[in-house]
């Protein structure tokens, strides 16, 4: 079987993507949030207290004729920006464009924090890390991947996140119309949890490229790229009245500054990223200063190729063993 959706932006910069998934019988529509970079399937729910539903599709497992209680089981997560939520369990029917699971474990929040409750547009997330990160206690859950690899003509996952548009994420099969030359493969070590690989380097602009390796995770569910220190103060020394701020928490630039271009390196492969992708979005709307979608990773403890990278490549996340990440150019 194969599956295949949308990736829709949820708002004008791009700070998330969001996917239409059915749950239960008769199907209920919610547009989650695939994450490569955690792995828990969670949606707001009849269970969420309204003060903290704002506009969001709620799952009701008590309108699902296929939907059970994980009797017992419980769940809590908290993503480093210290957003988080927390609840239950049940297994249901669960589809993403048009490849079915049957009883998938979808977590019912009981509680979400703010930021969850303010991104109006995002239902939930459905987690596509591996699965010895899910939180379900007390035994974890498989995610959707992991419960849909039987079926699957291909052990793999495609994300194809588009600037300001709209991309998909394939399930099954690799789309040789999104790419194009080949798919540059690179080890994926799968601890603890995340698609956890090495760039072979990076270059500034038209600079030379700097072959070093750097140890990070490709994460979907993030929406910037965060690298070490000196390769973003090498990248923002290129930019007139770029600083690094403390007010803000990050590089900030005038929005009329030109920005260069960043490539980043899949063993030989070479991927640039458009200095757009970099003028992430003005600090307030009516402000002429921009934040940067290239961030220093120092305050994280880990390097994460989040959206503003993995946007300008066509990606494959291949579930085969031992597992690996493929880079196309699109
Ligand atoms: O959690 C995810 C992916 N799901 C995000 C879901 C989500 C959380 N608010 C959302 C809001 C909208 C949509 C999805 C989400 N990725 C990972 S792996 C390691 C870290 C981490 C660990 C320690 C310290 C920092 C990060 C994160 C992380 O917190 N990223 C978000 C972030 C990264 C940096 C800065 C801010 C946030």
Sequence with gaps: ???????????????????????GTPPQTLMLDLDTGSS?????????????????????PAKSSTSKLLSGHTWSIRYGDGSGSRGTVYTDNFTIGGLEVESQ???????????????????????????????????????????????LDEEVF?????????????FGFIDRAKYTGNITYTPVQQSPGYWTHSLSGY?????????????????????????????????????QGA??????????????????????????????????YINYTRISPTSSTCY???????????NIFGDVALKAAFVVFSGTNPPRIGFGTK
Excluded: M
């Excluded at 030379?208 to 220190?229: K, N, R, V, W």
């Design 203 to 239: 270059a500034v602009g038209s600079g030379a490229f700097q072959s070093t390796q750097i140890q990070g995770i490709s994460d979907t569910g993030t929406t910037l790229l965060y690298l070490p220190t000196a390769i973003v103060t090498a990248y923002y020394r290129q930019v």
């Design 105 to 151: 474990a979808v977590q019912t929040a009981q509680e979400v924090s703010s930021s969850f409750t303010q991104e109006q547009s995002l239902d939930g997330l459905v987690g596509l890390g591996f699965s010895t990160l899910n939180t379900v206690r007390p035994s974890s859950q498989l995610t959707f991947f992991d419960n849909a690899r039987p079926k």
């Design 243 to 276: 600083q690094n701020s403390q007010y803000y928490g990050g590089y900030v630039f005038p929005c009329s500054s030109t920005l260069p271009t960043f490539t980043f390196g899949i063993e030989g492969a070479r991927f640039t990223i458009p200095a757009s």
């Design 158 to 170: 495609t994300a194809d996140l588009k600037y300001h548009a709209t991309g998909s994420y394939d």
């Design 40 to 60: 828990d399937l969670w949606v707001f729910s009849s269970l969420t207290p309204s003060s903290q539903v704002r506009g969001q599709e709620i799952y009701s």
């Design 292 to 302: 940067g979608g290239l961030q220093s990773s120092s305050g994280l403890g880990i």
């Design 1 to 23: 079987d194969t599956g295949s959706a949308a990736a829709v932006p949820i708002n004008e910069v791009d700070i998330a993507y969001v996917t239409p998934v059915t749950v």
